[in-house]
């Protein structure tokens, strides 16, 4: 079973992908993963089936959650509930997000 993961490799990946994220645990109770926006690049993301925790590792920009908008920085950390509409927008630099599913990415 393999319990390391190097983020920085998946990141350099996503930025010459057309996915803007990648989920690198997927099990019945958790599910991490890293999204990565480039300046102004869309978050297409529908609401998910399990509560999510997201962490700022770098960047800025908004986490539009329910119709309400909070400022993103680096090490915020922010909780989002299953089923709410949520995206990140506005961002002027590379945005590099940290998520974490309670149960699986489906």
Do not use: C
């Amino acid at each position: 079973m393999k319990i390391d993961f190097d983020t920085n490799e998946y990141i350099k990946k996503i930025a010459k992908s057309d996915t803007y994220f990648h989920t690198f645990i997927n099990k019945e109770n958790l599910a991490a993963g890293v999204l990565r926006l480039g300046p102004g690049e869309e978050d297409t993301q529908e609401p998910h089936e399990s509560d999510e925790i997201y962490h700022v590792v770098r960047g800025d920009g908004f986490l539009l959650v329910d119709k309400n908008d909070y400022p993103v920085s680096e090490g915020m950390s922010y909780y989002v509930a299953k089923k709410i509409p949520h995206k990140f927008h506005g961002n002027k630099k590379e945005l590099v997000v940290m998520y974490f599913f309670g149960g699986p990415d489906i």
